[in-house]
C-alpha cells in the first residue's frame, strides 16, 4: 500500500505545489518553516481542502483529482489525523472522544465504547478513560487524540505537529513514547513539524518543504550531509554555498569566488563547515585557498562554542571555541578575516 | 514554617490587592445609580402590591387562563425559534452567498422594530385579507389572526432575533478545527453539526433560548396587533396586566408581580448554571 499525492493549491497570494509518495511501514517528515505550506498538504490529504490540481490516491483508488472530477470528502477518506493542539472534543470524556469515529461511522455505543477502552488501555490510558480533555496532561492528550484518530483503523495516518503544544520538559518523554505508538501502526505515516528534532527522532525519510515547493527528499542522514537549500542547511548549523563550477572555482551569483577541489562542472552547492574556518584579524599566509574579509555580525555562544556570523562576500558562520574569542575580542561590527581550505569545502552537483 | 511564611503573606497580600480593585469613583457611582434604576422600579411595585388580595387574585379563574396561555404560548414560540433560528444562525456564520448581510438585517429587523408595526406587518400578511393569508384561508380554511396559533407566530416573530443573534456569533466564533476533526474521524456533516457542533456552543444556545424566550413572555405589541385580546385564546399575561390596569389597578400589580418573578427567576437560574454569570467556568 502506498499514498501517492501531487498536491496543487492555491490559497490567496500563497501556492502549494508539492508531491510525495509514501509506503506502508515508512513514517515520512514533512520539515520546513512556518507557513511554507505543510499543514495545507496535510489538510489536503485528509480532504479538510480540496486540491486545485494533481492527485492525490491509496494505490489505485483515487481520493481526489480535479481533472476527473473526483473527490472523496473527508469522512470517507481511510485517512486518521492528530491535529495540532489535538483538538479533543470538550464535551466527551476521552473514552467518548476515542468512541467518536466509531460512534460516527454506526457502531452501536456499547461495542464501541469496548474497543475504544481497549485502545486506551494500550497507550496506558485504562485511568483516565472518564477524563475530559482539559483534565488530561499534554502528553495524555496527545495519546488519546492518536488513539481517536487510530480507532477508525485508518490506512493513512497524519500528525500535525504532534509535539508543537508541549512544554520543553515533557517533549522528550513523549517523543519517545509517540515513536513507539508509531512503530505499532503499520500504515502510512505523514508527520508533519517544523522541528528537526522530531524529524530525527521519530521519521525514516524527510521531505523538505519551503515556499510551497519540495525542495529536497531522502533519508535524514542523507538530506542533512548534503543539504539543497538555504533551510536545511541553517537547520543542521552549515553554510550552504549556491553557485555554478569550473576549473576548481565556484562562482557565486553575486560573484564571490571560492576555491573547491570539484570533479565536475555546472551549477554546485558547496558546505562550508563552520569548524574549518580559521578567523584572524589580519590576511594570514597560509596554505588556505580561500580568504574572505567581512565584518562580524552576529556572536553566538552555544555551551562553550562561540558561532560567529562574517558578513562580506559571502556570509558565512564560523565556530570557534570561547578561548579563542577571548583571544580576538571580537564584537559584532569588527573587520575579521575568515580563511577556510579548499579540501575542507564538500561539493555536489545541484 | 519559617519557610511557609512568607509564601503566606505574599498570598493574603495579593488577595487584599485583588480584593482592593475599585472602580475610578465617578464611574462606581454612576453603576450604582444605574443598579438603582433598574432596581426601584421593582422596590416601587413590591411597596405597591396589594398583599392582602395576592391570594385572591391568584385564584382567578381570568389570572389563571391568562398565565397558562402565556407560558404555552411563549415556551411554544422558543421551540419555533429554535428549530427555524439555529439553522438560519448556522447558514448566516458558515455560508458565505451573497446579500447574507441583507438577509441578516432582515431576519434581525423585528428585534429594533416597534413591536406594533411588527403586528402591522404580519396583519397585511397573513391577515384573512391579507397578501398571503386570504390564501390560508381559502385553500386551508387556516386562520391565524386572533388565534393563539397568531399569538404564537407573533410572538416568534419578535423573539426569534435574539436566538439567531446569539447562535450565530457563538458559530463564528468556535474553533472550526473541530468540526474538521470530527468529518476525518467519519461523522457525516448531520453527525458533525448534531454531536460537535452544538455542544460546542450550547451554553449561547441556552443563552440565546432564554433571551428569545423572556421575549415571547413579554410580547406585547404584536400579539395584541395580530393576534387580539380574547381571555383564553390570545389575552396572554402581558395584555392581561395592561387591560387590568384599567379596570383593576391591584390586579395588574399582582399580574406584573407574577411576570417578574417568573423572568427573574429563569435568568438568575440559568445565568449562573450554565452561562459563566458568576462563575468562571470558560472551558
New interface residues.
Given amino acids: 500500500m502506498s499514498l501517492d499525492a501531487q498536491v496543487g493549491v492555491r490559497l490567496g497570494e500563497f501556492d502549494l505545489d508539492a508531491a510525495i509518495s509514501v509506503e506502508a511501514g515508512e513514517v515520512l517528515a514533512v520539515l520546513g518553516p512556518n507557513g511554507s505550506g505543510k499543514t495545507t498538504l496535510l489538510r489536503a490529504i485528509a480532504g479538510l481542502v480540496p486540491i486545485d490540481a494533481g492527485r492525490i490516491s491509496i494505490d489505485d483508488t483515487v481520493l481526489d483529482e480535479p481533472d476527473t472530477a473526483v473527490f472523496v470528502p473527508p469522512e470517507h477518506r481511510p485517512v486518521g489525523v492528530v491535529f495540532q493542539d489535538y483538538l479533543l472534543f470538550e464535551h466527551l470524556n476521552a473514552l467518548d472522544n476515542t468512541a467518536f469515529g466509531l460512534r460516527a461511522g454506526g457502531v452501536d455505543r456499547r461495542e464501541a465504547r469496548r474497543r475504544a477502552r481497549v485502545l486506551l488501555d494500550g497507550f496506558g490510558l485504562a485511568a483516565h478513560t472518564r477524563s475530559r480533555p482539559h483534565m488530561l496532561s499534554g502528553g495524555q492528550a496527545q495519546r488519546v487524540a492518536l488513539a481517536r484518530a487510530l480507532a477508525i483503523e485508518p490506512q493513512v495516518l497524519l500528525l500535525d505537529e504532534p509535539l508543537a503544544a508541549l512544554d520543553v520538559g515533557t517533549r522528550r518523554q513523549v517523543r519517545r513514547d509517540l515513536r513507539r505508538h508509531l512503530a505499532d501502526f503499520d500504515g502510512v505515516r505523514i508527520l508533519v513539524t517544523h522541528d528537526p528534532v522530531d524529524a530525527y527522532a521519530l521519521a525514516d525519510r524527510v521531505a523538505i518543504l519551503e515556499a510551497g515547493r519540495v525542495v529536497q527528499t531522502g533519508t535524514i542522514a542523507h538530506v542533512t550531509a548534503h543539504p539543497r537549500s538555504r533551510y536545511v542547511a541553517d537547520l543542521v548549523g552549515t553554510n550552504l554555498v549556491t553557485g555554478d563550477i569550473s576549473n576548481n572555482r565556484l562562482t557565486t551569483s553575486t560573484g564571490a569566488v571560492v576555491s573547491v577541489v570539484a570533479e565536475f562542472t555546472g551549477p554546485a552547492f558547496a558546505i562550508v563547515r563552520p569548524r574549518s574556518i580559521t578567523l584572524s584579524h589580519a590576511p594570514i599566509d597560509t596554505s588556505a585557498r580561500n580568504t574572505f574579509t567581512g565584518v562580524v555580525d552576529d556572536v553566538d555562544r552555544l555551551g562553550d562554542r562561540i558561532r560567529v556570523g562574517v558578513d562580506g562576500a559571502l556570509h558565512l558562520t564560523a565556530e570557534i571555541t570561547a578561548a579563542a574569542l577571548d583571544t580576538l575580542d571580537l564584537r559584532p561590527g569588527d573587520t575579521i578575516t575568515a580563511t577556510v581550505k579548499a579540501t575542507d569545502i564538500e561539493t555536489y552537483p545541484a | 514554617m519559617t519557610a511557609r511564611s512568607p509564601s503566606a503573606r505574599r498570598m493574603r497580600t495579593r488577595s487584599e490587592r485583588v480584593g482592593r480593585e475599585r472602580l475610578p469613583l465617578p464611574a462606581l457611582v454612576l453603576a450604582v445609580i444605574a443598579v438603582a434604576f433598574f432596581a426601584l422600579p421593582f422596590i416601587g411595585l413590591l411597596w405597591r402590591a396589594p398583599w392582602s388580595t395576592v391570594h385572591e387574585v391568584l385564584g382567578r379563574e381570568s389570572v389563571r387562563t391568562a398565565l397558562r396561555l402565556s407560558l404555552q404560548t411563549s415556551l411554544s414560540a422558543a421551540a419555533v425559534a429554535v428549530v427555524f433560528g439555529v439553522p438560519l444562525a448556522w447558514m448566516l456564520a458558515r455560508i458565505d452567498f451573497p446579500g447574507r448581510g441583507f438577509v441578516r438585517a432582515l431576519c434581525t429587523l423585528s428585534m429594533v422594530l416597534p413591536p406594533v408595526v411588527g403586528g402591522v406587518a404580519l396583519f397585511a400578511s397573513f391577515g384573512r385579507r391579507g397578501l398571503f393569508g386570504r390564501y390560508l384561508d381559502q385553500w386551508f380554511d387556516f386562520r391565524l389572526p386572533f388565534t393563539t396559533t397568531g399569538v404564537i407566530v407573533a410572538q416568534v416573530f419578535v423573539s426569534m432575533p435574539f436566538l439567531v443573534l446569539t447562535v450565530e456569533a457563538a458559530l463564528r466564533q468556535m474553533?472550526r478545527?473541530?468540526d474538521?476533526?470530527?468529518?476525518?474521524?467519519?461523522?457525516?456533516r448531520w453527525?458533525v453539526f448534531s454531536?460537535?457542533t452544538l455542544?460546542?456552543i450550547?451554553p449561547a444556545l441556552i443563552a440565546g433560548i432564554v433571551l428569545a424566550w423572556a421575549r415571547a413572555l413579554g410580547e406585547f405589541g404584536a400579539t395584541i396587533t395580530f393576534a387580539g385580546n380574547f381571555p383564553g385564546e390570545t389575552q396572554t399575561m402581558p395584555l392581561a396586566t395592561y387591560l387590568a390596569l384599567e379596570t383593576d389597578p391591584d390586579e395588574a400589580i399582582i399580574l406584573a408581580l407574577i411576570l417578574i418573578t417568573i423572568s427573574f427567576a429563569v435568568l438568575v437560574g440559568l445565568r449562573d448554571r450554565w452561562l459563566g454569570g458568576s462563575g468562571s467556568v470558560t472551558?
Fill in positions: 474553533d478545527r473541530h474538521d476533526a470530527a468529518r476525518t474521524l467519519g461523522a457525516s453527525y454531536r460537535v455542544p460546542t450550547r472551558t
